[in-house]
Nanobody, 118 residues
Framework: QVQLVESGGGLVQPGGSLRLSCAAS????????MAWYRQAPGKQRELVAA???????NYADSGEGRFTISRDNAKNTVYLQMNSLKPEDTAVYYC????????????WGQGTQVTVSS
């Protein structure tokens, strides 16, 4: 079965950086559309960034210029490098896998908590 396992979350001070990782198994990763979503307390889940099988990327305005999504097909892993973090980036970050660009995929990781606070 498909499994997505996130790691790399934690507590960081404003202005700091984190790199999230999501390792996929049980599916052909190289042709998948991968994305990161986040959900803050009391808010709806929102797209953070997405990357196609060919490397095309899309970012939410909130992360443009600060976040970078990348993938390593040899490791079946997608990454989210987050720089210049702000308190409003605090959320649970979820990895998502699908086949269609611009659509949420059917597979989700368990989530990793990112807290930005001094």
């Amino acid at each position: 079965q498909v499994q997505l396992v996130e790691s790399g979350g934690g507590l960081v001070q404003p202005g700091g950086s984190l790199r999230l990782s999501c390792a996929a198994s049980g599916i052909i990763f190289s042709t998948a559309v991968m994305a990161w979503y986040r959900q803050a307390p009391g808010k709806q889940r929102e797209l953070v960034a997405a990357i196609s099988s060919g490397g095309r990327t899309n970012y939410a305005d909130s992360g443009e210029g600060r976040f970078t999504i990348s993938r390593d097909n040899a490791k079946n892993t997608v990454y989210l490098q987050m720089n210049s973090l702000k308190p409003e980036d605090t959320a649970v970050y979820y990895c998502n896998l699908g086949r269609l660009w611009g659509r949420e995929g059917p597979y989700w990781g368990q989530g990793t908590q990112v807290t930005v606070s001094s």
